[in-house]
C-alpha cells in the first residue's frame, strides 16, 4: 500500500483545511486509515482514526472540530479540519493497516499545515 497525502496548507485560525490521503493496493477498504501529526521539536501524535466500517476516534484535541470519513471507492481517506488554531500547526501524516502489535504498517509522505493566529 502507497499512501498520498494533500491538502495542507496556509490558513488563519479559526479557518478550515481537508486534507485527503490516497492510497495504492487493493486492501484499503478492509484497512484501518488514521491521521498523525508533528510540530517542530514535538513527538508525533495521533489526530484521528477511522475502522474499514467506518467508525473513527478522536484524540481530545481533535474531537468536535475534526471529522474523519473515507470513501473506499475512491481509496481516500479524508480529514476535514475546522476552527484551525495555531497549535495545529504541524506536518500530518496519514497511515494504514494495523500489524498484530497494534502499528501502522504503511504511512504517507505528510502535508505541511500551517495555522496564522
Known amino acids: 500500500v502507497q499512501l498520498q497525502a494533500s491538502g495542507g496548507g496556509l490558513v488563519q485560525a479559526g479557518g478550515s483545511l481537508r486534507l485527503s490521503c490516497v492510497a495504492s493496493?487493493?486492501?484499503?477498504?478492509?484497512?484501518?486509515v488514521a491521521w498523525f501529526r508533528q510540530a517542530p521539536g514535538k513527538e508525533r501524535e495521533f489526530v484521528a482514526s477511522?475502522?474499514?466500517?467506518?467508525?473513527?476516534t478522536y484524540a481530545d484535541s481533535a474531537r468536535g472540530r475534526f471529522t474523519m470519513s473515507r470513501d473506499n471507492a475512491k481509496k481516500t481517506a479524508y480529514l476535514q479540519m475546522n476552527s484551525l488554531e495555531s497549535d495545529d500547526t504541524a506536518v500530518y501524516y496519514c497511515?494504514?493497516?494495523?500489524?498484530?502489535?497494534?502499528?501502522?504498517?504503511?504511512w504517507g509522505q505528510g502535508t505541511q499545515v500551517t495555522v496564522s493566529s
Open positions: 493496493g487493493r486492501t484499503f477498504s478492509s484497512s484501518s
Open positions: 497511515a494504514a493497516q494495523i500489524n498484530i502489535r497494534g502499528e501502522y504498517m504503511y
Open positions: 477511522i475502522s474499514w466500517s467506518g467508525s473513527s
